[in-house]
């Protein structure tokens, strides 16, 4: 395919913000909180002890982070797609009063949530976890307090006020941790207080941070970034009711209700294996404590990485596409733009998945030996964390794949798309209980893995179809040259033996060996990379250079 020089350019200009303005910030608030939601384990020694003390079902750190994520995921994330697919014209107006109905209907899963935590769950012995009641209260609390910053965070967004959101995530990321450090060492007895507190302490100072900095820059009308947007006063974020007109756009409601059905199915199988946890005690706590453990480790990829490219793209494809009409009735500039793009994330995505997957097999021992001691190397922890490996590999694929599906999808593509999740949502509950009861706490992640690589074929398909009648093929980021795959394979074979020779009982100089391997292997790959994917390498360049001309430019 012949690359025009105009929308070339196009592809640079819009591309260069999403991969190096949001990639690399996102790294400090995310290595700053690299345990669940709330940051509330700083040990792994605490976990397992905690695990080990708590009652049959209940790991309470755990349950109160899957409260909060679930109340959160449930309240805002159907609104999230449904307004940032919006385009210039629209009445934000409407769209603000569309996205304060987060608010009630936070309250709403909170409350119901939070009466299931009580009532239906175990409550743990007051003596064994003391303050679970005053957790759960806070945790959903806080879940509610956060929603109060959707409307700024939507229109931040939508703007692409980048340094903000980096701004606001990592100071109320590092405050949180600050606080929950000082209060460990000083009032260690207040147990869930602790991280109660310091979960409703982040969510209020994240909001704060939101609404400070419109506050000040709608407070400058001679800001350029004020010119720009649309709203003048603090005010005009508010709900707001006109005569004549409608409360909220009608086409965005129905587009929300659409990825509501399928923000709950896609809760399920997010966090599936942790409800399967929580309410069917499949795992004893010792194990539960290991698999959190590596769930987290594991996890620290696809936050660092993959995760804020699926939301950073998923409004590039949003504003760049046209929703639920056919390519070949679009602009073709914009539709070749998003295929160079969606064809460079994946191919970004599965040569990253790939490299973790092959290393990780060789290298997951002596990480969990160096993050906890013998206490995880030695049990179950290893194959878990191999197992993830592959598991990461299929989530980097499918963060790229979703994102162009959900971006693209018509209302009535969204709505068919959810009779299939809902199939795949009972099929994976199903799973993941019999495979955790058949192989122990490595069920949870196959039964991921085959939720994932389910969700990436219906998205290839939908991409296959969408690109069909035009003459770019993005599926070409999926093919990888027989060289690298060589060069792949040859490198897990020598890590794979450096491991049995040298890792992880025969000291550090061992160790430092094995490492010494795997640094020679990677470099190795990493330069088969460099060589045989030219049009990659070109293309992050380009995103390199010009992000780093609108830099010096602001």
């Given at each position: 395919m012949v690359q025009s020089p105009r929308w070339q350019r196009r592809t640079e200009a819009l591309g260069n913000r999403m991969i190096f303005g949001q990639l690399q910030p996102w790294a400090i608030p995310t290595l700053a909180s690299t345990g669940p939601l709330p940051g509330e384990e700083g040990k792994p020694q605490m976990l397992l002890a905690e695990a080990q003390e708590a009652p049959p079902g209940c790991?309470?750190?755990?349950?109160?982070?899957?409260?909060?994520?679930?109340?959160?995921?449930?309240?805002?994330?159907?609104?999230?797609?449904?307004?940032?697919?919006?385009?210039?014209?629209?009445?934000?107006?409407?769209?603000?009063?569309?996205?304060?109905?987060t608010v009630p209907l936070g309250v709403f899963w909170s409350l119901f949530l939070g009466w299931v935590w009580l009532q239906l769950l175990e409550v743990p012995d007051p003596s064994v976890v003391p303050h679970y009641g005053t957790g759960v209260v806070v945790f959903a609390l806080s879940a509610v307090v956060?929603?109060?910053?959707?409307?700024?965070?939507?229109?931040?967004?939508?703007?692409?006020?980048?340094?903000l959101k980096v701004i606001a995530e990592s100071l109320s990321v590092i405050l949180k941790s600050v606080l929950t450090a000082l209060l460990v060492l000083w009032l260690p007895h207040w147990g869930l207080y602790i991280f109660s507190l310091a979960q409703l302490f982040y969510t209020t100072i994240l909001v704060l941070c939101y609404v400070i900095y419109f506050t000040k820059l709608l407070g400058s009308p001679e800001s350029p970034k004020q010119q720009t947007l649309p709203v003048s006063?603090?005010?005009?974020?508010?709900?707001?009711?006109?005569?004549?007109?409608?409360?909220?756009?009608?086409?965005?409601?129905?587009?929300?209700?659409?990825?509501?059905?399928?923000?709950?199915?896609?809760?399920?199988?997010?966090?599936?294996?942790?409800?399967?946890m929580t309410f069917l005690n499949v795992l004893n706590f010792?194990?539960?404590?290991?698999?959190?453990?590596?769930?987290?480790?594991?996890?620290l990829v696809a936050r660092l990485i993959f995760q804020p490219i699926e939301e950073s793209f998923y409004i590039f494809f949003a504003k760049v596409l046209e929703r639920g009409k056919d390519?070949?009735?679009?602009?073709?500039?914009?539709?070749?733009v998003a295929a160079v793009v969606l064809e460079s994330l994946l191919k970004l995505a599965l040569l990253a998945g790939l490299t973790i997957t092959v290393f990780g097999f060789a290298y997951s021992q002596l990480a969990l030996d160096i993050y906890g001691g013998a206490m995880l190397s030695s049990g179950s922890g290893p194959i878990l964390l191999r197992s993830y490996c592959l598991y990461v590999l299929l989530l980097a694929i499918n963060g790229v794949t979703e994102c162009f599906t959900f971006a693209a999808m018509s209302k009535e593509e969204v709505d068919r798309y959810n009779f299939t999740m809902l199939g795949l949502s009972s099929s994976f509950l199903m799973l993941s209980y019999l495979l955790t009861r058949w192989c122990g706490s490595v069920g949870f992640i196959l039964a991921n893995c085959f939720n994932m690589a389910?969700?990436?074929t219906q998205s290839l398909s939908f991409i296959h179809r969408y690109y069909q009648k035009s003459p770019h093929r993005p599926l070409a980021g999926l093919y990888l040259s027989p060289v690298l795959l060589g060069t792949f394979a040859v490198s897990g074979g020598i890590t794979g033996v450096s491991e049995v020779f040298l890792c992880c009982d025969q000291g550090w100089p061992a160790r430092l060996a094995h490492i010494a391997v795997g640094t020679f292997c990677l470099g190795a790959t990493l330069g088969t990379v460099f060589l045989t994917e030219t049009k990659l390498i070109h293309f992050l360049r380009t995103q390199l250079g010009v992000s780093r001309l609108a830099d010096k430019m602001t």
């Open positions: 790991c309470p750190s755990g349950r109160l982070t899957l409260l909060y994520s679930t109340t959160i995921f449930l309240a805002r994330e159907a609104f999230r797609r449904a307004c940032l697919t919006g385009g210039a014209q629209r009445d934000w107006s409407q769209t603000f009063n569309l996205l304060w109905l956060e929603l109060l910053g959707e409307p700024f965070w939507v229109l931040a967004q939508a703007h692409m006020f980048v340094k006063r603090m005010t005009d974020l508010l709900p707001n009711v006109v005569r004549n007109k409608a409360f909220v756009n009608w086409k965005e409601a129905k587009l929300t209700w659409s990825f509501f059905k399928q923000s709950f199915l896609k809760q399920i199988l997010t966090e599936g294996e942790r409800y399967v010792g194990d539960q404590g290991i698999y959190d453990i590596v769930n987290n480790l594991g996890s390519a070949t009735l679009q602009k073709q500039e914009d539709v070749a389910i969700r990436i």
